[in-house]
T-cell receptor, first 115, second 112 residues
């Protein structure tokens, strides 16, 4: 498995502002993903964070709204831009560990509230 | 495309009751199957997994068997505790790109 940390754990933001969420892993991983979990809902994949190149976004998610960086094998950031109340969700990063098959391990999540 | 269907909640049981949460899947290949648990206010934790037909995943008294013939991966526990109260997600990975497809989640509430 892997130990995954996310910062911040929660935040309350004003409409129109942006928030950057960090994800740090304690070991090298092959894949990193970002998910959104809206209140009372399941998880929706936002994008795959690719090391050193642009992230691969799922349908309905765009880079201008959710820019993602992954400068190395153990760190990634997700920015939620120009926020609106509809962006209030839990944002989770997940990783696939090298040699760990296809199991994804999740960070503790960032709970975002947009006023 | 691939999909996961799990029983809708909430499920409310008394402590020490037997638990079954049904999960069925649709996939073109031979996916890996997972159960994740989300305790209140926390992220997702991997509960158990199975990677091929007839495999049984088990952890913390929970079990699930990969049934290819019925495309199912039902979660069971013989005697639930109040601390098992959480949301349980069934999921599959189709191996192609390591993406996971989640079911909608089942909220479990255990009464003391």
């Amino acid at each position: 498995s892997a130990v995954i940390s996310q910062k911040p754990s929660r935040d309350i933001c004003q409409r129109g502002t942006s928030l950057t969420i960090q994800c740090q892993v304690d070991s090298q991983v092959t894949m990193m993903f970002w998910y959104r979990q809206q209140p009372g809902q399941s998880l929706t994949l936002i994008a795959t964070a690719n090391q050193g190149s642009e992230a691969t976004y799922e349908s309905g998610f765009v880079i201008d709204k959710f820019p993602i960086s992954r400068p190395n094998l153990t760190f990634s950031t997700l920015t939620v831009s120009n926020m609106s109340p509809e962006d209030s969700s839990i944002y989770l990063c997940s990783v696939v560990v090298s040699g760990g098959g296809d199991t994804q391990y999740f960070g503790p999540g960032t709970r975002l509230t947009v006023l | 495309g691939d999909s996961v269907t799990q029983m809708e909640g909430p499920v409310t049981l008394s402590e020490e009751a037997f638990l079954t949460i049904n999960c069925t899947y649709t996939a073109t290949g031979y996916p890996s199957l997972f159960w994740y648990v989300q305790y209140p206010g926390e992220g997702l934790q991997l509960l158990l997994k199975a990677t091929k037909a007839d495999d049984k995943g088990s952890n913390k008294g929970f079990e699930a068997t990969y049934r290819k013939e019925t495309t199912s991966f039902h979660l069971e526990k013989g005697s639930v505790q109040v601390s098992d109260s959480a949301v349980y997600f069934c999921a599959l990975s189709d191996h192609e790109d390591d993406k996971i497809i989640f079911g909608k989640g089942t909220r479990l509430h255990i009464l003391p």
